[in-house]
């Protein structure tokens, strides 16, 4: 049975900085990619970030495009995201999300091409 566990979240001050990170286990085979996600309340869950297992790849939407980094730990089978510059619209539920296969990196960004999730972790930024 595959697990995502996400941890590091917390309560940060605007213009602060968190370091997500996110283990898998149960994985019989290496994923495709790991995806970011995150949901506010209210909101439509959102993507955050992609990478690919082999580090290649990585897509960020503009909204945190030169404030978040993805990175992964093959060995620890663990991904990251890396938060910088938060703002208080970056409050939200992170999820991370394994995908054994993309179906194109220009879809990357769409929930349906994640086959596993986590439970979150609550980011919550202060003004």
């Known amino acids: 049975q595959v697990h995502l566990v996400e941890s590091g979240g917390g309560l940060v001050q605007a213009g602060g900085s968190l370091r997500l990170s996110c283990a898998a286990s149960?994985?019989?085979?290496?994923?495709?990619?790991m995806g970011w996600f995150r949901q506010a309340p209210g909101k439509e869950r959102e993507f955050v970030g992609t990478?690919?297992?082999?580090?290649?790849?990585?897509h960020y939407p503009d909204s945190v495009k030169g404030r978040f980094t993805a990175s992964r730990d093959n060995a620890k089978n663990t991904v990251y995201l890396q938060m910088s510059g938060l703002k208080p619209e970056d409050t939200a539920v992170y999820y991370c999300?394994?995908?054994?296969?993309?179906?194109?990196?220009?879809?990357?960004?769409?929930?349906?091409?994640?086959?596993?999730w986590g439970q979150g972790t609550q980011v919550t930024v202060s003004s």
């Open positions: 999300a394994a995908a054994e296969t993309i179906t194109s990196w220009d879809t990357a960004h769409t929930a349906g091409e994640y086959d596993y």
């Open positions: 149960g994985l019989t085979s290496r994923p495709y990619a």
């Open positions: 990478i690919s297992w082999s580090g290649a790849y990585w």
